[in-house]
């Protein structure tokens, strides 16, 4: 049996946490935790997330409708992106929305968190893809965000922010925090003169204790088609693992060409 006041107070210090932490500005970020099949906690509207105490946590179902709301207190406005995930990931059982400073740099220049650089975010989690740019609180971000979510346990949001998911809320928010803290050193490792990358063969070591300790979640070790390939990491995907899938390039590259024939033929 679940004690939701307990994990609505685990939510707040979460929240707290991720505001603490610089993770996200003003009222920025939410977080939501699945109770049950149809019945999940999440963080109210437009509050600052650093000083939420459990009254301000909602409880909506699987589409997202609110169940139980305290006076004043709405849903989060990005509650689809939350569920979309909760509804293609059965074994995810938290999400974690925020806008860390580095991590929402790179989604912001459009450059995924691809380069091998340090042992620690190679197993946690591989390579972090960017999900094309949609309107907050549509079912564009949820849509952009699908593409990836049977690769990856992790995404950045094109120029928003990024999105961390795992089997309990203490593992969605420890892998927000290690995104952020690839970004960083990402980034400081390019103004000292560009990282040095881990080998193909060291990667591939690395996704092999992976392996070993057998980690939950979605992984690109185990499910990238480039690493299934024999190619012994998913980097060269450019962050973007389903490419190859079902020669998925190729048909992209077919109905592109067919629409510009259609256009030419002014169908
Ligand atoms: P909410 O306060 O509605 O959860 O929105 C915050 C946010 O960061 C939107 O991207």
């Known amino acids: 049996m679940v004690n939701e006041f ?3 107070k685990q939510i707040c210090d979460i929240g707290k946490r991720i505001y603490d932490r610089g993770m996200v500005a003003a009222n920025d970020g939410n977080i939501s935790v699945k109770i049950s099949d149809n019945e999940f906690l999440c963080t109210p509207t437009g509050v600052s997330k650093g000083f939420m105490t459990p009254e301000y946590i909602c409880k909506v179902d699987a589409n997202g409708n609110v169940i139980q709301a305290n006076a004043g207190f709405k849903p989060s406005s990005e509650i689809k992106m939350h569920m979309r995930v909760y509804r293609e990931r059965p074994d995810v059982k938290s999400v974690v929305h925020a806008h860390p400073m580095y991590a929402t740099a790179f989604a912001i220049a459009g450059i995924p968190l691809t ?13 972090v893809p960017i999900a094309e740019y949609g309107t907050p ?7 952009a965000v699908e593409k990836h979510l049977q690769y990856f346990d992790a995404v950045l949001l ?3 922010g990024a999105l961390a998911y795992s089997d309990s809320l203490l593992n969605a928010y420890h892998k927000m925090e290690s995104v952020e803290f690839y970004a960083q050193l990402l980034f400081l490792s390019r103004q000292l003169g560009g990282p040095k990358e881990l080998s193909d063969a060291q990667v591939k ?17 185990n499910l990238c088609p480039n690493a299934k390939d024999g190619k012994p990491s998913c980097h060269g995907c450019g962050g973007n693992c ?19 024939v259609l256009e030419a033929m002014g169908k």
Do not use: W
């Open 242 to 260: 389903t490419c190859g899938k079902d020669g998925g390039d190729d048909k992209a590259l077919v109905a592109e060409i067919t629409k510009r």
């Open 158 to 160: 094109e120029n928003h």
């Open 137 to 143: 609180s549509t079912e564009e971000i949820p849509d």
């Open 205 to 221: 070591r690395l996704y092999e204790i992976r392996r070993q300790f057998g980690l939950p979640g979605k992984h690109p070790a």
């Open 115 to 127: 380069q091998p650089i340090m042992p620690e975010a190679v197993i946690a989690l591989g390579c």
């Open 6 to 8: 307990e994990i609505k």
